[in-house]
């Protein structure tokens, strides 16, 4: 696990280059601060509009469960390898307590300016 870590923070290229060809539209694991925010925790039964608060209960497993420590609530960092391990502990809570999924997930800035679902992809033909 250690190695690991180390690996991932200070060896691995992957972040360097991933920043450098970054735009609007490169898929990346996001959080939905328009969703999630306010954080706060709550039972299943508490509607989160009367206590004002987004979907995110801020029970930090994203932040457990990330291989290289950081907390994709705080935004995009260099540090994120694009594993999904987040995506996946997130929406095993949201599931628990019977919100949507998707409050992280893979997208693109784009889309969560606008909220969109759809990202168009083009692809060459050859």
């Not at 992957?14 to 735009?23: C, G, V």
């Not at 594993?83 to 996946?88: K, L, P, T, V």
Request: glycine share 8%; net charge negative; charged share 30%.
């Amino acid at each position: 696990g250690w190695m690991r870590e180390i690996m991932c923070l200070h060896i691995c290229p992957y972040s360097r280059f991933q920043s450098a060809m970054f735009d609007k539209d490169t898929f990346t694991v996001s959080y939905d601060e328009k969703r999630g925010e306010s954080r706060g925790p709550r039972s299943r039964k508490q509607d989160p509009k009367e206590l004002e608060l987004g979907d995110c209960i801020d029970c930090n497993l994203c932040v457990q469960v990330c291989p290289t420590g950081i907390d994709i609530r705080n935004g995009l960092q260099y540090e994120c390898i694009n594993c999904g391990a987040c995506i996946d502990a997130c929406d095993g809570v949201m599931e628990k307590m019977n919100y949507a999924p998707g409050l992280i997930s893979y997208t693109t800035e784009r889309n969560l300016e606008t909220s969109s679902e759809q990202t168009k992809v083009v692809r060459s033909k050859l």
